[in-house]
Structure formats: structure tokens, C-alpha cells
């Protein structure tokens, strides 16, 4: 293969290489995004829960108030009771004695129920903060994975950075001229093989002279539609691989 050929399929290698590491840290934002998007569900499925057992205690409060006051009145009409003087006022006095009653009665089982619903809506808080602690935990498991993957790709681009200056130094300037203006023009990809008569990038067949000539490997050939630099693979021949394997 000549081997200005071969130095630009190696600088693709790592061209490609490191504008995947590039793409991977480019990303990081919208993992984080989504790190906080799933902490935010949960804390506000949190948040709601406890609000919700909140209000409740809120309201047996000011139910417990009402009672208070029905009790308190219930107090004053019992000492009237005692001093009225005549019929009439003790039967009135003792309606309301009962309606006072009643309503302590229909209160008092307000209370029960809120009592009740607030045990739910505890055990939801419960698990709703147990919810919240397991996936905190979980992010925080993903961060470390990926704090340690960001270095890793921080490293893939310093190494491919060191890798690439020197094998450009060893390129023919007219050739990587070439390779330059056609990865800038086709998204970092100057270099596609070619298979059985194709170019597998823009996947235009090739003219069979073209071709011919690509399958020697022995010169710069650009493809006429997308104008990447083409190379070709020999396929083992069967003779070949079974003198390659070793006897059994």
C-alpha cells in the first residue's frame, strides 16, 4: 500500500476518534440536564407529599379550634342550666346543650378521619423521601461513572492530539492538503473504502477503471461524487486463512 495511503487511513482513525470523544463531552450539558430533570421529579413528588400531610394537619388544627369553641359553649350552657328558673328556659337551654353536642360529635369524627388520612399521606411522605434518597444515590453512582468516562475522553483527545501532529509531519503536504479540504467539506470524513465497486460512504458505484485502480492501493484516488480519498481491503483468499490457521 503506499504509504501516504496508509498514514491518511490512520489520520482518519484518529480524526474520527477524536471528534467522537468531542461529541461525547459536547453532551455532558444535557446529561447533567437530565440528572437534574430526574432529582426534580422526585423532590417534587416529595414536596407534594409532604404539603399534602401539611394541609391536613393544617386543617384538623383549625377543625380541633372549632371543637374547642363548641366545647366552651357547651360548658356555658350547662352552668345556665343550672340556674334557669323555668320550664321554657331549661328546654331551651338544653337544645342547645344537644345542638352543641352534635356538632362536637360531627368534628370529633372529622378529626378521626382526618387521624386516618394523615397516617396515608405519612406513609406516602415516607416513600416518597425513600424514593428521593434512592435516586440521589443512583445520580450520584451514574456522576462518578461518567466523571470517570469524561477524563477518559479528555485523555482520547490530548493522546490522538499527540498521535495525529506526528504522523502529519510525516505526510506529503500536497496529500494532507487534500485530506484537509475534503474533511472540512464532508464533516471530518476524507477517507471511505471502497467495497465491491461502491464507495460504502456516499455509496455511489465507482467506474470500473476507478475501481481497478483503487484495489491497488498504490495511489490517491478521490471519489467523483463525494471526493473522499478511496482505499481498498483484500479479502482474504480461503487458501490463504486454512495456511493461516495452525494444524491441528
Same mark, same amino acid.
Given at each position: 500500500? $503506499?504509504?501516504?495511503?496508509?498514514? $491518511?487511513?490512520?489520520?482518519? /482513525?484518529?480524526?474520527?476518534?477524536?471528534?467522537?470523544?468531542?461529541?461525547?463531552?459536547?453532551?455532558?450539558?444535557?446529561?447533567?440536564?437530565?440528572?437534574?430533570?430526574? $432529582?426534580?421529579?422526585?423532590?417534587?413528588?416529595?414536596?407534594?407529599?409532604?404539603?399534602?400531610?401539611?394541609?391536613?394537619?393544617?386543617? /384538623?388544627?383549625?377543625?380541633?379550634?372549632?371543637?374547642?369553641?363548641?366545647?366552651?359553649?357547651?360548658?356555658?350552657?350547662?352552668? +345556665?342550666?343550672?340556674?334557669?328558673?323555668?320550664?321554657?328556659?331549661?328546654?331551651?337551654?338544653?337544645?342547645?346543650?344537644?345542638?352543641?353536642?352534635?356538632?362536637?360529635? %360531627?368534628?370529633?369524627?372529622?378529626?378521626?378521619?382526618?387521624?386516618?388520612?394523615?397516617?396515608?399521606?405519612?406513609?406516602?411522605?415516607?416513600?416518597?423521601?425513600?424514593?428521593?434518597?434512592? &435516586? +440521589?444515590?443512583?445520580? &450520584?453512582?451514574?456522576?462518578?461513572?461518567?466523571?470517570?468516562?469524561?477524563?477518559?475522553?479528555?485523555?482520547?483527545?490530548?493522546?490522538?492530539?499527540?498521535?495525529?501532529? &506526528?504522523?502529519?509531519?510525516?505526510?506529503?503536504?500536497?496529500?494532507?492538503?487534500?485530506?484537509?479540504?475534503?474533511?472540512?467539506?464532508?464533516?471530518?470524513?476524507?477517507? %471511505?473504502? %471502497? /467495497?465491491?465497486?461502491?464507495?460504502?460512504?456516499?455509496?455511489?458505484?465507482?467506474?470500473?477503471?476507478?475501481?481497478?485502480?483503487?484495489?491497488?492501493?498504490?495511489?490517491?484516488?478521490?471519489?467523483?461524487?463525494?471526493?473522499?480519498? $478511496?482505499?481498498?481491503?483484500?479479502?482474504?483468499?480461503?487458501?490463504?486463512?486454512?495456511?493461516?490457521?495452525?494444524?491441528?
Amino acid at each position: 500500500m $503506499l504509504p501516504d495511503l496508509e498514514r $491518511l487511513i490512520a489520520l482518519q /482513525r484518529l480524526d474520527s476518534a477524536a471528534s467522537d470523544a468531542q461529541r461525547w463531552l459536547a453532551d455532558e450539558p444535557e446529561r447533567e440536564r437530565a440528572f437534574e430533570s430526574r $432529582l426534580q421529579a422526585v423532590r417534587q413528588k416529595a414536596a407534594a407529599a409532604k404539603e399534602r400531610l401539611a394541609d391536613n394537619q393544617n386543617a /384538623r388544627r383549625a377543625i380541633e379550634k372549632d371543637v374547642a369553641v363548641h366545647q366552651g359553649r357547651l360548658s356555658k350552657f350547662r352552668d +345556665q342550666l343550672m340556674a334557669v328558673k323555668t320550664n321554657i328556659e331549661y328546654q331551651a337551654v338544653q337544645k342547645e346543650i344537644e345542638y352543641a353536642q352534635r356538632e362536637v360529635k %360531627a368534628l370529633e369524627d372529622k378529626i378521626l378521619e382526618q387521624m386516618m388520612e394523615a397516617d396515608d399521606l405519612t406513609a406516602a411522605l415516607k416513600r416518597a423521601e425513600v424514593d428521593l434518597a434512592s &435516586e +440521589q444515590k443512583a445520580v &450520584e453512582s451514574e456522576r462518578r461513572v461518567l466523571s470517570g468516562e469524561l477524563t477518559g475522553q479528555k485523555e482520547v483527545i490530548e493522546q490522538v492530539a499527540k498521535a495525529r501532529a &506526528e504522523l502529519v509531519a510525516s505526510l506529503d503536504p500536497k496529500v494532507l492538503a487534500v485530506f484537509d479540504i475534503v474533511s472540512k467539506r464532508r464533516n471530518g470524513v476524507a477517507v %471511505a473504502e %471502497a /467495497r465491491d465497486g461502491i464507495c460504502t460512504i456516499c455509496h455511489v458505484r465507482l467506474r470500473p477503471q476507478v475501481f481497478n485502480t483503487v484495489r491497488r492501493n498504490e495511489e490517491i484516488v478521490q471519489c467523483d461524487t463525494c471526493n473522499r480519498i $478511496l482505499y481498498f481491503t483484500p479479502v482474504a483468499s480461503a487458501s490463504a486463512e486454512s495456511a493461516a490457521q495452525p494444524a491441528s
